[in-house]
């Protein structure tokens, strides 16, 4: 098995055309011919941080997105004396600046990319803040609650700051006040204000231990980027191989027209002799209904020709987004291509194409990542099977301030008191509280982890029989395309000797029919004969050259012949 060929390093997706002209390229996160007025999602992805103007604009903004697009570009670059004109290079140019289809591939990385920072939102800092206020009074059943009739009022407020590393370690900064009041009697500091200050961590010590283990999600959200990718590469080899077999199909519904009018021209001019003999006498009543069958015939023929080539040019309409543009719906568009192929080409070695498309086929590259993800998740499952024993380490520091009631050789005294009483003592550490601790959870049987690391190896298991499978697929899909590719060939060279056979055939009957020692039947027979071999040489060529576009797409070959860089 090829599994051997790894995936390359990070793609970024750009397109151009042409090794000669400036390059069209679209990058893989700035919009093409969409463009929005509201916060595109490389915008929203920058997630501002809490205090900043951005911040506000992006949180708390009600309007909705609204996607404008642009008419579609470059369609009068290519505009000669009122109908376009197009080569395949120029024809490509257009359908990658405006093919609907391929500008869905250019955001269809959007939300893998999303992904990866949503994997890291598991490290985002957060503050959490409360405060309450509650008042109660009750009855009291003894002196020594200070009061009939007890009121208290408690005021707590806190503020917590807490972030996960990607080490796993867990650490919490938190300040916390309370004011108390009362009318109990014996309260001695009434109001009070405590304070305090509070710092925790936690670190796993065997599951989520370091970097690696916290940072997988991370990583599979790379890999399946990675992956995307190809898989985006793979849908634009379709896309362009669509676009251009759009193209010969336009050509050969134009040859075939071309074809059917000179069958036309030539049944035509063959019933006007046919009725001038017919007004001198030289030929019989009855010999003059075939001729004029074979012209209603072509007439027919022709007619279903300018349908079928109007069909095919709506659908290349459609691949430039001519359709989109109502000053080019109805242009004329004329394609400069030959339909016959080059007569003399070397015939492909089969081996070489299947070992040259396993290093560069996007659907094997997108399997064997599938594999890296498979590791990934393997190494996550069997971290998950580990004891979960956690190491934690705190320390606090409280203050307490407040008006103060004391008695000294009987007399009462007041003492004043508050808020900075209670932030000097916290912040100057006077009492201080600290510790650590252990913890530890062990699954004595944990039939869900070994579950999901079995799934893991499963998983593991089928991607890589998929991956051989893929492999074989492209082996096959090779042969097949070098032996369509040579049949067409010799399908074309055999049609041209067809033609060449039917055209000597057709100038020795008018010779013998001009001599008058055969009738219109023969000749009429080597006519449509002609017109046949004509239009097989038509189907052949255009035949060949899809051919051709097949065999560069399973080779992998497709967008470097056309000057489509993927970079």
């Given at each position: 098995?090829r599994?051997?060929y790894?995936?390359?390093?990070?793609l970024?997706?750009?397109?151009?055309?042409?090794?000669?002209?400036?390059?069209?390229?679209?990058?893989?996160?700035?919009?093409?011919?969409?463009?929005k007025?509201?916060?595109?999602?490389?915008?929203?992805?920058?997630?501002?941080?809490?205090?900043?103007?951005?911040y506000?604009?992006?949180?708390?903004?009600?309007?909705?997105?609204r996607?404008?697009?642009?008419?579609?570009?470059?369609?009068?670059?290519?505009?000669?004396?009122?109908?376009?004109?197009?080569?395949?290079?120029?024809?490509?140019?257009?359908?990658?600046?405006?093919?609907?289809?391929i500008?869905?591939?250019?955001?269809?990385?959007?939300?893998?990319?999303n992904?990866?920072?949503?994997?890291?939102?598991?490290?985002?800092?957060?503050v959490l803040?409360?405060?309450?206020s509650?008042?109660?009074?009750?009855p009291?059943?003894?002196?020594?609650?200070?009061?009939?009739?007890?009121?208290?009022?408690?005021?707590?407020?806190?503020?917590?700051y807490?972030?996960?590393?990607?080490?796993?370690?867990?650490?919490?900064?938190?300040?916390?006040?309370n004011?108390f009041?009362?009318?109990?009697?014996?309260?001695?500091?009434?109001?009070?204000?405590?304070?305090?200050?509070?710092?925790?961590?936690?670190?796993?010590l065997?599951?989520?231990?370091?970097?690696?283990?916290?940072?997988?999600?991370?990583?599979?959200?790379?890999?399946?980027?990675?992956r995307?990718?190809h898989?985006?590469?793979?849908?634009?080899?379709?896309?362009?191989?669509v676009?251009?077999?759009?193209?010969?199909?336009?050509?050969?519904?134009?040859?075939?027209?071309?074809?059917?009018?000179?069958?036309?021209r030539?049944?035509?001019a063959?019933?006007?002799?046919?009725?001038k003999?017919?007004?001198?006498?030289?030929?019989?009543?009855?010999?003059?209904?075939?001729?004029?069958?074979?012209?209603?015939?072509?007439?027919?023929?022709?007619?279903q020709?300018?349908?079928?080539?109007?069909?095919?040019?709506?659908?290349?309409?459609?691949?430039?987004?001519?359709?989109?543009?109502?000053?080019?719906?109805?242009?004329?568009i004329?394609?400069?291509?030959?339909v016959?192929?080059?007569?003399?080409?070397?015939?492909?070695?089969p081996?070489?194409?299947?070992?040259?498309?396993?290093?560069?086929?996007?659907?094997?590259?997108?399997?064997l990542?599938?594999?890296d993800?498979?590791?990934?998740n393997?190494d996550?499952?069997r971290?998950?099977?580990?004891?979960?024993?956690?190491?934690?380490?705190?320390?606090?520091?409280?203050?307490?301030?407040?008006?103060?009631?004391?008695?000294?050789?009987?007399?009462?005294?007041?003492?004043?008191?508050?808020?900075?009483?209670?932030?000097?003592?916290?912040f100057?550490?006077?009492f201080?509280?600290?510790?650590?601790?252990?913890?530890?959870r062990?699954?004595?049987?944990?039939?869900?982890?070994?579950?999901?690391?079995?799934?893991?190896?499963?998983?593991?298991?089928l991607?890589?029989?998929r991956?051989?499978?893929?492999?074989?697929?492209?082996?096959?899909?090779?042969?097949?395309?070098?032996?369509n590719?040579?049949?067409?060939k010799?399908?074309?060279?055999l049609?041209?000797?067809?033609?060449d056979?039917?055209?000597?055939?057709?100038?020795?009957?008018?010779?013998?029919?001009?001599?008058?020692?055969?009738?219109?039947?023969?000749?009429?027979?080597?006519?449509?004969?002609?017109?046949?071999?004509?239009?097989?040489?038509?189907?052949?060529?255009?035949?060949?050259?899809?051919?051709?576009?097949n065999?560069?797409?399973?080779?992998?070959?497709?967008?470097?012949?056309?000057?489509?860089?993927?970079?």
């Amino acid at each position: 098995m090829r599994l051997k060929y790894l995936l390359p390093g990070t793609l970024f997706l750009a397109l151009s055309l042409g090794a000669q002209q400036p390059p069209s390229t679209f990058q893989q996160y700035i919009p093409g011919p969409g463009v929005k007025s509201m916060p595109d999602g490389a915008a929203v992805l920058d997630a501002p941080v809490f205090g900043t103007g951005a911040y506000f604009r992006t949180h708390f903004r009600s309007e909705q997105p609204r996607i404008f697009l642009k008419a579609p570009a470059r369609l009068s670059d290519f505009a000669v004396d009122g109908h376009i004109e197009l080569s395949l290079k120029n024809y490509l140019e257009l359908v990658l600046a405006n093919n609907t289809d391929i500008e869905v591939q250019k955001w269809a990385l959007e939300i893998p990319r999303n992904a990866i920072t949503r994997s890291l939102g598991a490290f985002d800092p957060a503050v959490l803040a409360t405060f309450r206020s509650t008042r109660d009074t009750t009855p009291t059943a003894s002196e020594l609650d200070g009061a009939p009739t007890l009121t208290r009022l408690t005021q707590p407020l806190s503020f917590t700051y807490q972030q996960t590393l990607d080490t796993g370690t867990i650490y919490s900064l938190g300040f916390s006040g309370n004011k108390f009041s009362s009318n109990s009697a014996f309260a001695t500091v009434n109001p009070s204000i405590g304070s305090s200050l509070d710092f925790s961590v936690q670190q796993p010590l065997l599951r989520n231990f370091g970097r690696f283990n916290n940072r997988l999600a991370v990583m599979v959200a790379e890999s399946q980027l990675k992956r995307s990718r190809h898989d985006v590469e793979t849908e634009l080899f379709r896309l362009i191989q669509v676009a251009e077999n759009t193209y010969w199909a336009v050509v050969e519904a134009r040859e075939n027209l071309r074809v059917n009018e000179e069958a036309l021209r030539l049944a035509d001019a063959l019933l006007k002799r046919a009725e001038k003999e017919l007004e001198l006498g030289a030929i019989s009543p009855l010999d003059i209904y075939q001729p004029q069958q074979t012209k209603a015939n072509r007439e027919i023929f022709v007619t279903q020709s300018h349908f079928r080539l109007e069909q095919t040019i709506d659908a290349l309409r459609r691949q430039i987004g001519a359709d989109l543009d109502p000053d080019f719906r109805r242009v004329p568009i004329e394609l400069t291509e030959p339909v016959l192929p080059p007569t003399e080409t070397a015939a492909p070695e089969p081996e070489q194409l299947i070992e040259r498309a396993y290093l560069k086929r996007p659907d094997l590259k997108s399997a064997l990542q599938g594999l890296d993800i498979d590791d990934l998740n393997f190494d996550f499952a069997r971290n998950q099977l580990k004891p979960d024993l956690a190491l934690g380490l705190f320390y606090s520091t409280s203050g307490l301030g407040g008006t103060t009631f004391t008695e000294q050789q009987g007399v009462p005294r007041v003492i004043p008191g508050g808020l900075g009483d209670a932030l000097s003592q916290v912040f100057g550490f006077n009492f201080p509280t600290y510790g650590f601790s252990l913890s530890l959870r062990l699954p004595i049987r944990d039939r869900r982890g070994a579950a999901n690391m079995a799934d893991a190896v499963v998983s593991k298991r089928l991607n890589t029989l998929r991956a051989r499978n893929i492999e074989q697929g492209i082996r096959l899909d090779v042969l097949t395309a070098v032996n369509n590719l040579e049949s067409s060939k010799a399908g074309v060279r055999l049609a041209q000797v067809s033609v060449d056979f039917a055209q000597k055939r057709v100038d020795a009957e008018q010779k013998k029919y001009d001599l008058g020692v055969t009738t219109i039947f023969f000749l009429l027979q080597a006519q449509n004969d002609l017109a046949s071999s004509q239009a097989e040489l038509v189907t052949q060529a255009a035949q060949y050259r899809r051919n051709l576009t097949n065999l560069l797409r399973v080779t992998g070959d497709l967008l470097e012949e056309r000057g489509v860089v993927v970079q």
